[in-house]
């Protein structure tokens, strides 16, 4: 017997033959004598049009009025799900945010959660009740709706394990698990039965879709066992735990890339201190998150060249600020490339070997892959490169790691 | 400067431009200097989809279920509604059931209201906001939304209005008034001024839709004076009141009609003490209504004929339930009879006028009409004839009662 939390996405619950196959999955662990909590999105689409909604009405709304509005969805979703669950006979009730209540700050929107009061959830576990609550939303002091952004109900679910001290929280989504790499391009791509918090956050920041960043910092706080799963296919996912938990650690557990990315050089900055700030300033103002940064020595003392990267998105926008600044900042010209690609060798075993990065540098010159930017964390090596390479570049780690199904 | 409810039905928000345009609508009383609550339902189409979702769900649900599922349409509209009035620089904000609270009892699927805690939303009238509330919902003491019932929100509109002592309900609908008869069918029908409660009640359920019965005994209970009038035309509508506000009465202020009707005389029932008991028990027992009861003396003192009329819809089901009983209730046989139409006048003047009902007798009897059953009331006269002298009938007593416009 074991306490989980299954958290099934808006696909899961696209229509009503979904959410009656959801329910029996839900029914299958509780046969099998778990207690369980679900967590459950809205139906795939529904939040798109209400937000549509909400824009179409004005486009700059009150954000308490938004949550009203979006919360909506997960509401008519937990109730679908209750249902369903009663009609095979698993005893069950939904549960709203304000009902737990899940307690956030009142930040509309965009809210974080503060507390979740769930001890009627776990004395009903005792009487064999299934919860089943709203993702996405939670009440703030002032007794209003608050919604957690887009994918917060991935934050929802780690929230009420952590209060309910689940053995494990379930994220059943559209793919089976966490790969090694992308498995529409490295057809070798091998899933990972389990991966570390740190690895997971990582990936998720580097373009891996599967999981919210913000559910897997809660989760690694909280010491949370997260599983990735299918919610279509009944087999076991990938597990994100605590490093202690992997016995026999990978050097590398995957080889993620993102196309988010463009690159910008400015030619001949002054090199003064306090450039960089002068420089960086603007673009924090303008929201735009700047990722990767070089610097080059400057050979005469006077001027060098800086180079960093920012999403593809916000590549006009950054143009213009710093078009902005050119007679402040005193650069010669500014030079823009949107055609390369981040790739990233991630895992915590590089910690303790030498030679990870070597690696990495040799298998994308044995390519004749030219690097244009490097950065590295303690637990990620990423580089950036044309992306007429991403497949090869990828496929060519892949190997060199030694990560290729056999 | 007035205090005032002003409710929408699904129609009026079917959409954002309709939205926008009821906003727009409000504006103009804030603008007068009025105190404005406005009550809202769920956009035209929602409550149907939500409701055959619960359905396709489970033929058998769970009430409490069923009104997390279908209470999320009003919430929909109401956080719509705010912002559509912050767009046009209105100070608002939406409530839900809950936030009020609007108190229930614990009946799901049908709950009756019990208390309005208003005392904020009047507190927010001080400082210039505009109240836009859920229609149709409510909260049991167990913490669970409720729902009143379909056409709920003309109920929480008025139960709104009682609580802040509001000068007027405004309801907002897809006709202009209350007419002295049906204007697509009696070309001289005319626009009442004015109505009282008692008439207004006989009238709905007599078939005028306008307004839910149980909306309107609750503006009765609380002498909350009602008004119905357009969503889309700028005019003053129809006024219900009480009969002390209306200074020169008419004998008739309207005439009914409903085609919901069939006629069904069990022919030869034995005329023994309780027979009328036993044929009723079973009827009520299947949620059956019947409305009109005739039954004639019998000659030879051991079996009459009787005569009674249930909603058209419940024909088929009546006749199984009679059929099922003919050997226990030992009459002759069933005859039904669904081409028929109740006709009914209305008025509270006719307490106080004799003749009111040869005057109706008359009229018929001058066109050849047959009258089958009649019953009356205090305040009404209904009688049951063919229905295809539906508009005839109407037309003539139009006539004779002096109700026809100039």
């Not at 909506?72 to 304000?98: C, F, H, K, P, Y």
């Not at 930040?107 to 776990?122: L, M, Q, W």
Request: proline content about 2%; charged content about 25%.
């Amino acid at each position: 017997m074991a306490r989980i939390v299954q958290k099934f996405g808006g696909t899961s619950v696209a229509d009503i033959d979904r959410i009656r196959a959801v329910a029996q999955r839900v029914k299958r662990s509780v046969d099998a004598g778990d207690e369980v909590a679900v967590v459950v999105s809205a139906m795939a689409g529904t939040t798109n049009q209400l937000v549509e909604w909400t824009r179409e009405i004005s486009p700059m709304h009150d954000a308490r009025e938004y949550d009203v509005v979006v919360s909506a969805g997960e509401q008519i979703t937990v109730g679908l799900m209750a249902m369903a669950l009663q009609n095979i006979g698993v005893d069950a009730r939904s549960w709203l945010g304000w009902q737990i209540p899940m307690v956030t700050d009142d930040v509309h929107g965009r809210a974080r959660i503060e507390d979740v009061k769930a001890d009627e959830i776990v004395r009903r576990f005792g009487q064999g009740q299934v919860a089943v609550m709203a993702g996405f939303q939670g009440i703030a002091s002032d007794n209003r709706i608050t919604t957690l952004g887009r994918g917060g109900s991935d934050t929802s679910a780690v929230a009420l394990a952590a209060a309910i001290d689940a053995d494990r929280c379930d994220i059943f989504t559209d793919v089976d698990g966490i790969y090694t790499s992308d498995p529409r391009i490295v057809t070798r791509a091998r899933k990972l039965d389990r991966i570390t918090y740190e690895e997971m956050l990582e990936m998720a920041s580097l373009g891996a879709k599967v999981l919210q960043t913000r559910s897997v910092e809660l989760a690694m706080n909280h010491r949370v066992r997260l599983q990735v799963l299918s919610s279509f296919i009944d087999a076991p996912g990938t597990l994100v735990v605590d490093e202690e938990e992997i016995v026999e650690q990978e050097i590398v557990s995957g080889i993620a890339h993102s196309g988010n990315e463009a690159k910008i050089t400015l030619v001949r900055v002054p090199d003064n201190p306090g450039i960089a700030a002068a420089i960086f300033g603007p673009l924090a103002e303008a929201s735009i998150n700047v990722d990767m940064i070089v610097q080059n020595v400057s050979e005469d003392g006077k001027a060098t060249d800086l180079t960093f990267t920012v999403p593809k998105d916000d590549l006009a926008r950054t143009l213009e600020v710093l078009g902005g600044q050119k007679e402040k900042l005193g650069f010669e010209r500014v030079e823009a490339d949107p055609d390369v690609v981040k790739i990233s060798v991630v895992g915590v075993g590089m910690r303790s070997h030498a030679g990870v990065a070597l690696r990495m540098f040799k298998a994308l010159a044995d390519k004749g892959i030219n690097i244009q930017v490097i950065s590295t964390s303690e637990i990620k090596i990423s580089v950036l490169v044309s992306d007429a390479y991403t497949e090869l570049a990828l496929r060519s780690l892949h190997t060199a790691y030694g990560l290729d199904a056999v």
